[in-house]
Each structure stands twice: as C-alpha cells, then as structure tokens.
C-alpha cells in the first residue's frame, strides 16, 4: 500500500483524492463533510488490516514522513489494539531520508510522504500502488502571545527587524514555504 501526504497552499473544500500538482485536486464534491474527515483514518486502517491477514505475528513496515508522526503513532496504537497479532514497525524520518533508505535497501509495506515531488520520485523508481492523498497542510504564521510586532498581512512580514524561521528548504514544508516567499517577493534570508 502506499499514501502520499502532501503539502498543499490551499485546504481542500472536500475530500482530495489525487492532486496532479500542489494547485489542483480532484475532489469528490458529492461527499458528506463528515465523511471526507473519516475517510483518511478509515483508508490507512484498511491498510494495516489489509497487510495483517495472516496466521502468524504479521511484521508490518511503516515508513513515515516526520511531519505525520503524531497523527501514526495515534492511529497505530489504536490499530495494535484492535490487532494484537500484527507487529507495526514505525520508521519514522524526513521524505527525502526515506528515500535513501529504501534506494539502500529497506523495506517498507506503507509508504507515508509528505511532498508530491518525494511521491513521484518513489513511483518513478518503485512499484508502488496508486498513491491518495489522505491529509495536506496549509501553511501557518505564529506570532509570539499578544503580537507584539502587530503581524496581520504578509506585507507586515517584510519589515527588516521581523526576524522568524521556516523549515529547511529541502523539506516539504520548507520547499512550501519558500516557494510562498518567492511568490510573495518576502525574503526568508538571515
């Protein structure tokens, strides 16, 4: 089985279920609210089931992207509960070290990334099931409590003595956050 978290400008208004880039989703508009927040848990569910069908203590090797980890460790507790017998191996890393350990040899049953650019590199050099989008994430700016700098617009953010920090550029969330910068002409520069 194989997902693909990605990083996405905009939060989709329905159930994304495959994005051909970070801008266009194809989303499944007769859906139930409800259930497009349902759906993501009952799909990786479906997965840890489907790889657990087996007489023996079933090892299942879960590769996760870092920006995941809380929302895995939550489902897979829940998941050991309900299937004592399966053996979750949680490999927990950054999308681009993930794929260096598979290109040296490791082994994964789930595949959880968080860029679409890691998701297509993996399909171009594994045979991987169809990937799905289950969850995205939208950038956000957090300001120290009651705003001392009145932050309110991206304009405010290009001020010389707003000083801040975003993730490397080489992760999903830094690659989102540079790529808002160079949009936004804000300079992300020490």
Not at 59 to 70: E, I, K, W
Not at 140 to 149: S, T
């Amino acid at each position: 089985m194989f997902f693909n978290y990605t990083n996405q400008q905009k939060r989709a208004q329905n159930c994304a279920v495959w994005a051909t880039n970070s801008d266009t989703n194809v989303q499944n508009r007769h859906s139930h609210p409800m259930l497009c927040l349902l759906r993501p848990m009952f799909t990786v569910l479906a997965a840890f089931i489907l790889c657990a069908c087996s007489a023996g203590p079933t090892p299942v090797r879960v590769f996760v992207a870092s920006s995941m980890t809380d929302f895995v460790n939550e489902l897979a507790t829940e998941f050991q509960i309900s299937h004592p017998s399966t053996d979750l191996e949680i490999n927990i890393a950054g999308s681009a070290a993930l794929l260096a350990q598979l290109a040296e040899g490791a082994k994964a049953d789930i595949l959880i990334l968080a860029s679409e650019r890691h998701t297509l590199s993996a399909q171009a050099s594994y045979e991987l099931s169809e990937p799905m989008i289950f969850a995205s994430n939208a950038l956000a700016l957090i300001v120290p409590r009651g705003n001392p700098a009145d932050i309110s617009s991206v304009e405010d953010l290009k001020v010389s003595s707003i000083r801040g920090s975003v993730c490397i550029p080489a992760a999903p969330c830094g690659e989102l956050a540079f790529t808002f910068a160079q949009k936004s002409a804000l300079s992300l520069s020490g």
